[in-house]
């Protein structure tokens, strides 16, 4: 197998890893709690800057990435006790309200960058030679970190005790009320557990992107593109949904520019919700 033929996989799945990293959080905020939050952008914006400070300041990327979910969750669980909780029966207005959000974030860190960008160092800076095709070795670390970490949050959902009882809340709050489980922690938990997973993944991309203002806006669409795709109310199906438009949009991106690539899979799957508007693997409460 020649180099280029290496190399393009490779950034099939790096690029794929990614999305599925940034999905993550979104299928258990909007995909299983089923709250629209545009502000989720800023999650991830926000687990970056966590990164790109310690990095600055501290010398140290690593304190940056354990921290930022930290940082990420305590700032999810503020807002869902302050904000969020008040609109699940309203999802128009949490769309507004997470918006407005989301654009106060965005614009704060705007006007507080004294450039358009700043780049982030990764804290793993070799590469390793496969076939005769260079590999960064932080993506592959993100590919493993992300399939890891999809496979032991889905485990914790469907094999333990507390998955159960987070799975139970979010599909019958009422008859869950009742058997003594406190709803409200349960989803201000969640909400935590989805936002913390977020920051995290801003704080694993950063250097990859760089930090700037728009770095998670920009991801945004993609995003809830592969959550309406899998479908709402489990936390599998954004991620398969994700791998879906990944994987064309990476494969094309071999081919033509990257932002017609993106085009293309935005259309497609516009497409594809005209006809499967529910998602693939939709599950109703």
């Known amino acids: 197998m020649s180099p280029t033929v290496i190399r393009g996989i490779f950034d099939v799945l790096s690029l794929s890893s990614v999305l599925i990293l940034l999905v993550i959080g979104m299928a258990i905020i909007v995909g299983m709690m089923k709250v629209f939050n545009m502000c989720q952008g800023e999650l991830v914006l926000l687990g970056a800057v966590t990164a790109f400070l310690c990095g600055k300041y501290l010398d140290n990327l690593w304190i940056g990435i354990i921290l930022a979910p930290i940082v990420v969750g305590l700032f999810g669980l503020l807002l869902e006790r302050t904000i969020i909780h008040r609109f699940y029966v309203n999802p128009q207005g949490a769309l507004l309200a997470t918006f407005a959000i989301g654009l106060i974030m965005r614009e704060s860190l705007r006007t507080r960058m004294s450039t358009q960008s700043s780049p982030v160092d990764a804290p ?88 700037y203002p728009n770095l998670g806006y920009d991801n945004l669409i993609l995003m809830f593109i592969a959550v309406m795709i899998g479908g709402l109310g489990q936390f599998g199906g954004p991620l398969a949904g994700a791998a879906l438009i990944a994987v064309p949009g990476a494969v094309l991106g071999q081919f033509i520019s990257p932002v017609t690539g993106q085009i293309l899979v935005v259309l497609l799957a516009i497409i594809f919700m005209r006809f499967r508007p529910v998602g693939i693997f939709q599950r109703g409460r």
């Open 124 to 211: 793993i800076q070799s590469s390793i030679d496969i076939g005769g095709a260079s590999l960064p070795v932080w993506r592959i670390v993100i590919m493993v970190v992300t399939l890891l970490l999809a496979i032991a949050i889905g485990l914790i959902l469907l094999k333990t005790n507390l998955g159960m009882k987070v799975r139970a809340t979010l599909d019958n709050p009422e008859l869950v009320s009742v058997s003594g489980i406190s709803t409200k922690w349960m989803y201000a938990g969640t909400y935590a557990v989805g936002s913390a997973l977020s920051g995290f993944a801003g704080a694993m991309i950063v250097p990859l992107q760089t930090l």
